[in-house]
């Protein structure tokens, strides 16, 4: 059995370990599901976390080894989470939000990353690679300091993240440049997340054979990445049955701030494999490239990229729309005109046919940078409850979606002391443009915890420097990875 097939050909479909371990499909598609599998969670409703995951990352992986599975899933959960709930749900006012942020670098990439080098191991040896495995990443701010804490020491693989200079916040590039390690390395990159982005897809596709090194990502565009972040949706879903919150077979909407359309594809592969979804509402900041999507179906990245307060979601080229795409078409060839007229012309015009689709599922709003600052504000003064400008972004996107008929479900996806210093500005109107300073004068107004990880920040030794020109990072990665291949 061979699940996955890439988006943009009819090659021979690959194992769940191939895929993992690949990262991209050899023709620049990502790899896709031939069959979304399909799940009753009646038969997992007492279930814990890990319980969960292991049902729905078993549906996914039908031919990954169980065993293998269940204790990957077991040492990434046990102990890496400052809550057993590893994503609690909670309510204020109207409204649910799913807190994401309780793992090793306070956002919600790490529940996903801390599974994904687990899974990339156990794949590893599954196809008995004898290659060292090098996982190049880019980052708008959470992936890379999860993804470097998730593959920090592990024998046989290095882990490369590149990140766009001056456009993530302070509190972000701390984490990522005080990393430790002796398999890291953090590379900033004179552009903007897109630059970083498309350097890491340029290598991968066009890279030689090396003697000694095998290629990997830890980005959404990696399946292994992707899968365990369906998991809280079923588990939100859960929580709220338990909570006589909703109905069983209640449909609910969740709100997802997105800038690489990851989190919210997996909101919809949740819905493909029977979890009452109602809809999907893509919460988007001034880089509002996919809420235009949704409404027009044309896609369209000839715009300036702002720099906002809500980083993660300064996007341009959202990797994985490319797999919604190719899932409600099943057109490979279809998906790689699409993608040749991005890349050439940076932009697209869907089928009339295939909005309607997207439409019935999705909904797409935007939010300014005021009234993300003016969301947060409202919500710390009226349910005494602190909110990071992109969970900001999503809680106002509920609003202009004004849909009383079922419940909403925010996803909580960083820590507010991620963004102290916006958060604070945003509360007291009051400006400090250093976040470790900001956290401090944060908790001393809110006497809201700190998590720990984040208050460390400050005794912590910076181990990387390097900035690249966005013209030269490919050449100087490949450079590097030239030099690793005949050590």
């Known amino acids: 059995m061979k699940p996955f097939r890439s988006t943009r050909s009819k090659n021979d479909p690959v194992s769940s370990a191939e895929a993992i371990v690949q990262g991209l499909a050899p023709d620049g598609g990502l790899y896709c599901p031939q069959k979304i599998g399909q799940l009753d969670y009646h038969e997992f409703k007492d279930a814990s976390y890990e319980e969960i995951a292991l049902r729905v990352i078993s549906a996914l992986f039908p031919d990954f080894n169980q065993e293998e599975l269940a204790k990957d899933i077991r040492l990434a959960y046990a102990d890496s989470f400052r809550t057993d709930e590893i994503t609690p749900l909670v309510k204020k006012g109207d409204t649910y939000y799913l807190e994401l942020w309780h793992g090793p670098t306070c956002a919600f990439k790490d529940i996903a990353l801390t599974l994904l080098p687990k899974l990339l191991k156990s794949a590893y040896r599954a196809l ?116 006589n919150e909703i109905k069983d077979g209640e449909a609910i909407d969740f709100i997802v701030p997105t800038g690489n359309f990851g989190d919210i594809l997996a909101g919809y592969i949740a819905k493909e494999m029977g979890l009452p979804v109602h809809k999907l509402i893509c919460a988007s900041n001034k880089n509002n490239v996919l809420e ?174 390097e900035v690249l020109e966005k013209d030269s990072a490919k050449e100087t990665i490949e450079r590097k990875l030239k030099e690793m291949d005949h050590d």
């Not at 024998?155 to 990140?163: P, R």
């Not at 030689?208 to 079923?234: E, K, T």
């Not at 797409?364 to 003016?374: F, P, Q, R």
């Not at 998590?451 to 460390?456: A, H, M, N, V, Y």
């Open 128 to 243: 008995q690679i004898q290659k060292d495995i090098v996982i190049l990443t880019a980052t708008s701010g959470d992936t890379g300091k999860a993804a470097l804490e998730g593959f920090k020491d592990e024998e046989h693989v290095f882990i490369k993240v590149l990140y766009p200079h001056q456009m993530v916040s302070l509190t972000q590039e701390m984490q990522m440049r005080t990393t430790g390690g002796n398999n890291t390395e953090v590379l900033a990159v004179k552009g903007n997340f897109d630059d970083c982005q498309r350097t890491v897809k340029a290598i991968m596709e066009n890279h030689p054979d090396y003697d000694h090194l095998l290629l990997s990502s830890a980005n959404s565009i990696n399946i292994g990445r992707l899968a365990p972040q369906v998991v809280y949706y079923f588990k939100a879903y859960l929580d709220l049955l338990k909570k």
């Open 292 to 465: 235009d999507f949704i409404h027009t179906g044309v896609y369209d990245a000839n715009r300036p990229l702002y720099n906002t307060a809500s980083p993660s979601i300064d996007i341009l080229v959202s990797s994985n729309l490319e797999r919604l795409l190719y899932l409600m078409s099943q057109d490979t060839e279809l998906i790689a005109g699409l993608m040749q007229e991005l890349k050439e012309k940076r932009s697209y015009q869907i089928p009339s046919s295939l909005l309607e689709k997207i439409q019935s599922v999705f909904a797409g709003y935007s939010c300014s940078e005021e009234e993300m600052k003016k969301t947060i504000q409202e919500v710390y003064q009226n349910d005494h409850y602190l909110i990071d400008p992109h969970t900001a972004v999503a809680a106002c996107a509920v609003k202009k979606y004004n849909d009383a008929e079922h419940k909403h479900v925010v996803l909580s996806t960083a820590s507010p002391y991620k963004f102290s210093a916006a958060v604070f500005e945003a509360i007291t109107k009051e400006s400090i443009p250093e976040d470790l300073d900001a956290m401090d004068r944060l908790f001393d107004i809110t006497h809201q915890e700190i998590p720990r990880p984040l208050s460390l920040l400050k005794e912590a030794e910076i181990r990387f420097s």
